[in-house]
């Protein structure tokens, strides 16, 4: 069974720059999270989907952050315009409903 | 939002040394996860806890789910040079730990030759 994928695994952007992350779930699993892990803590959630639909979005900043999946398999997370704290690793998990979680690599952003 | 606190932050230990690591929170969970993370991957999950009290094995990793459900610890045995890593406690308020974890800062492991 194939993992999660994410891409690109890494990234350099300018502050003010726009990016994009992308992620593709294990197969069958209709739950899928965004975290964020900035270097020496470890990953805060960002949002979790369920199918299409966005079941929690709390800690996401909303004024930069953006984030779809719009045929609830493959995920799209968005910056813009990017600061430098946003530099960190922004992983990506997938579940089947009510079941534990599994890590994509992550994507390292830095962010100059 | 919520950090676990998680101890100790390192731990600088010989091979065939055992392992002792914990984490505690103010909130009650009711599941309680332990990963692995190795430079440039994701977490790999290492054991699950489900129940209060519950001690579960998993080859030389042993955790326990603590009784008042605000604490849990990770116990390896015989360590040997691939345990080297972080290792996260995570804590999930659904039962089967599917909403969004709550993770701790990690203890990183270094194995000295």
């Known amino acids: 069974e194939a993992g999660v994928a994410q891409s690109p695994r890494y990234k350099i952007i300018e502050k003010r720059q726009s990016v994009a992350f992308w992620c593709n779930p294990i197969?069958?699993?209709?739950?899928l999270y965004w975290y964020q892990q900035i270097l020496g803590q470890g990953p805060k959630l960002l949002i979790q989907?369920?199918?299409?639909?966005?079941?929690?979005d709390s800690q996401l900043p909303k004024d930069r952050f953006s984030a779809e999946r719009l045929k609830g398999v493959d995920s799209t997370l968005k910056i813009q315009p990017a600061k430098l704290e946003d530099s960190a690793v922004y992983l990506c998990?997938?579940?089947?409903?009510?079941?534990?979680?599994?890590f994509g690599p992550g994507t390292r952003l830095t962010v100059l | 939002g919520q950090q676990l606190n998680q101890s100790p932050q390192s731990m600088f230990i010989q091979e065939g040394e055992d392992v002792s690591m914990n984490c505690t929170s103010s909130s009650i969970f009711n599941t309680w996860l332990w990963y692995k993370q190795e430079p440039g991957e994701g977490p790999v999950l290492l054991i699950a806890l489900y129940k209060a009290g519950e001690l579960t094995s998993n080859g030389r990793l042993t955790a326990q789910f603590g009784i008042t459900r605000k604490d849990s610890f990770l116990n390896i045995s015989a360590s040997i040079p691939s345990d080297v890593g972080i290792y996260f406690c995570?804590?999930?308020?659904?039962?089967?730990?599917?909403?969004?974890?709550?993770f701790g800062k990690g203890t990183h492991l270094i194995i000295q030759p």
């Open positions: 989907f369920q199918n299409n639909g966005v079941v929690d």
């Open positions: 197969s069958g699993h209709a739950t």
């Open positions: 995570a804590g999930s308020y659904s039962g089967g730990g599917a909403d969004g974890l709550t």
């Open positions: 998990a997938s579940s089947r409903v009510g079941d534990t979680q599994y």
